[in-house]
C-alpha cells in the first residue's frame, strides 16, 4: 500500500507561482513513476506532467510547458510540481499519482495509487 498526501495548494494571483509537494509512503518510491492531475467540476481529470522513476524522463501537457516544472527527490520520498505564470484557467483540485511499474505516463490507468488533491485557485 501506498499513501500518497498533496500539499502547498493555495490561493493566488495570476502571474503567481505556487509549489506543490507530494510525500509518498513506502520503501519503493524511487522505483515509481509520478504524475501530477488536475480535475475541476463538471470536468474529467486532465494530465499535467509525469516523471519516471529516476527522473530521466519528465512530460508535460502543452498548456503548462514552460510555466510548470515536475521534479523529486527520492531521499526524501517526494515529488514537487514548481508552477509559475498561474492562470485562472490553472484553478483546479491537482492530485499524484504513484505508478509501480516507473514511467511517465499521461494517461491515468496506469497509476496504481492517488492521492486526496490540492485545491489551487488563481485570482485574475
Known amino acids: 500500500q501506498v499513501q500518497l498526501v498533496e500539499s502547498g495548494g493555495g490561493v493566488v494571483q495570476a502571474g503567481g507561482s505556487l509549489r506543490l509537494s507530494c510525500a509518498a509512503s513506502?520503501?519503493?518510491?524511487?522505483?515509481?513513476?509520478m504524475g501530477w492531475f488536475r480535475q475541476t467540476v463538471g470536468k474529467e481529470r486532465e494530465f499535467v506532467a509525469a516523471i519516471s522513476w529516476m527522473g530521466g524522463n519528465t512530460v508535460y501537457t502543452d498548456s503548462v510547458k514552460g510555466r510548470f516544472t515536475i521534479s523529486r527527490d527520492n531521499a526524501k520520498n517526494t515529488v514537487y510540481l514548481q508552477m509559475n505564470s498561474l492562470k485562472p484557467e490553472d484553478t483546479a483540485v491537482y492530485y499524484c499519482a504513484a505508478d509501480l511499474y516507473g514511467g511517465a505516463n499521461r494517461d491515468p490507468a496506469p497509476y496504481d495509487y492517488w492521492g486526496q488533491g490540492t485545491q489551487v485557485t488563481v485570482s485574475s
Open positions: 513506502g520503501r519503493r518510491f524511487d522505483s515509481y513513476g
